[in-house]
């Protein structure tokens, strides 16, 4: 989502406070830490966090898709897709890496939100502490739990503007989605905190979830050149490549697997997690960035010898899975 900040240099804040547990906690009024007791998976193997489903079992992130079929244009999606990289997790131990985020109780103050693109944003106010963490480097992003009402807010280009007059925060664009609902949920061509208009949160790879062996959803992923259209559960596009022309270049919304006959045997701890999830439920193209980059949580505590080992894996052992039709006519 670089481009659409049309070049405006927005102050960004640090997570000021990194937890040696799990998550990164805003330290403000009421700001809670994004895990611990406030994490786990639930008996039908939902992500749970602050006593939320982070979407129902029947969510596209949430979804099963080891026997779901190859799409008939995998091979020609996958040689547009730098075949020839391997992944590389966006996320480790250092505090500068990886996307915050953090949950708050019922009764956190909301605080006004203004936007660079407000016909596409759910307008403020939002229940961000003056401190919430906010991504480091250009994307910005800031995200936020409420555990009253289990809706996730998220914003893009996010900065504090300070207490009043100033009043609150300002970003590019900003969403809230209903954790208790099947995504998608917002109007189709529009954006969110991210490029393809999907929650950011559910797609983060977790330290709570990767240190008990098995993760139950899809990771975000994202790929340097897409085409000019989407496949739901993404609603939005951000590309100059049309699907006319480029019909097999990635859409926003693709979803790719790690192939079943890939020996994963030789990997340990987290990384053995992260890489079963991804024959189990596969990643979901969500921003435009460098190929073959998967995201996961701001946390001091992820083993950067462990992660390096998905380091290893080349995008030609994954495949394309077929899931929805391919959505035109937006971008």
């Given at each position: 989502?670089?481009?659409?900040?049309?070049?405006?240099?927005?102050?960004?804040?640090?997570?000021?406070?990194?937890?040696?547990?799990?998550?990164?906690?805003?330290?403000?009024?009421?700001?809670?830490l994004?895990s611990?007791q406030?994490?786990?998976?639930?008996?039908?193997?939902?992500?749970?966090?602050?006593?939320?489903?982070?979407?129902?079992?029947?969510?596209?992130?949430?979804?099963?898709?080891?026997?779901?079929?190859?799409?008939?244009?995998?091979?020609?999606?996958?040689?547009?897709?730098?075949?020839?990289?391997?992944?590389?997790?966006?996320?480790?131990?250092?505090?500068?890496?990886?996307?915050?985020?953090?949950t708050?109780?019922?009764?956190?103050?909301?605080?006004?939100?203004?936007f660079?693109?407000?016909?596409?944003?759910?307008?403020?106010?939002?229940?961000?502490?003056?401190?919430?963490?906010?991504?480091?480097?250009?994307?910005?992003h800031?995200?936020v739990?409420?555990t009253?009402?289990?809706?996730?807010?998220?914003?893009?280009?996010?900065?504090?503007?300070?207490?009043?007059?100033?009043n609150?925060?300002?970003?590019?664009?900003?969403?809230?989605?209903?954790?208790?609902?099947?995504?998608?949920?917002?109007?189709?061509?529009?954006?969110?905190?991210?490029?393809?208009?999907?929650?950011?949160?559910?797609?983060?790879?977790?330290?709570?979830?990767?240190?008990?062996?098995?993760?139950?959803?899809?990771?975000?992923?994202?790929?340097?050149?897409?085409?000019?259209?989407?496949?739901?559960?993404?609603?939005?596009?951000?590309?100059?490549?049309?699907?006319?022309?480029?019909?097999?270049?990635?859409?926003?919304?693709?979803r790719?697997?790690?192939?079943?006959?890939?020996?994963?045997?030789?990997?340990?701890?987290?990384?053995?997690?992260?890489?079963?999830?991804?024959?189990?439920?596969?990643?979901?193209?969500?921003?435009?960035?460098?190929?073959?980059?998967?995201?996961?949580?701001?946390?001091?505590?992820?083993?950067d010898?462990?992660?390096?080992?998905?380091?290893a894996?080349?995008?030609?052992?994954?495949?394309?899975?077929?899931?929805?039709?391919?959505?035109?006519?937006f971008?």
């Amino acid at each position: 989502m670089m481009n659409e900040v049309f070049g405006r240099r927005l102050s960004f804040a640090l997570c000021l406070l990194i937890l040696a547990s799990t998550g990164c906690s805003g330290g403000g009024s009421g700001a809670a830490l994004g895990s611990g007791q406030f994490g786990g998976v639930g008996p039908d193997h939902v992500p749970v966090i602050g006593g939320c489903k982070v979407f129902p079992r029947m969510d596209p992130w949430n979804t099963n898709i080891s026997q779901y079929p190859v799409d008939p244009h995998s091979a020609q999606y996958l040689s547009n897709m730098n075949p020839s990289a391997h992944l590389h997790p966006d996320f480790g131990s250092n505090p500068t890496y990886g996307i915050p985020w953090i949950t708050v109780p019922a009764n956190q103050p909301f605080l006004p939100v203004t936007f660079d693109d407000p016909q596409e944003s759910n307008p403020g106010p939002y229940p961000f502490p003056p401190n919430v963490p906010i991504e480091s480097g250009s994307d910005r992003h800031a995200i936020v739990i409420d555990t009253g009402t289990c809706e996730l807010y998220e914003t893009f280009a996010t900065t504090y503007l300070g207490p009043p007059p100033s009043n609150g925060f300002h970003a590019f664009s900003g969403a809230t989605f209903s954790l208790g609902k099947v995504n998608p949920q917002r109007t189709d061509g529009w954006t969110s905190a991210d490029a393809a208009g999907l929650a950011i949160l559910p797609g983060l790879v977790k330290k709570f979830e990767a240190d008990t062996g098995t993760i139950t959803h899809a990771f975000r992923f994202t790929m340097s050149r897409t085409q000019a259209a989407f496949i739901h559960p993404a609603q939005h596009c951000t590309s100059g490549y049309p699907h006319g022309q480029f019909p097999y270049y990635p859409p926003m919304g693709l979803r790719v697997r790690l192939k079943s006959s890939y020996d994963i045997s030789a990997f340990t701890g987290d990384a053995r997690a992260i890489a079963q999830a991804m024959k189990t439920y596969g990643m979901i193209l969500a921003d435009n960035g460098s190929d073959w980059y998967f995201t996961g949580e701001t946390n001091t505590s992820w083993d950067d010898n462990n992660l390096n080992q998905l380091k290893a894996l080349p995008a030609n052992a994954f495949e394309v899975v077929q899931t929805s039709a391919v959505v035109t006519g937006f971008c």
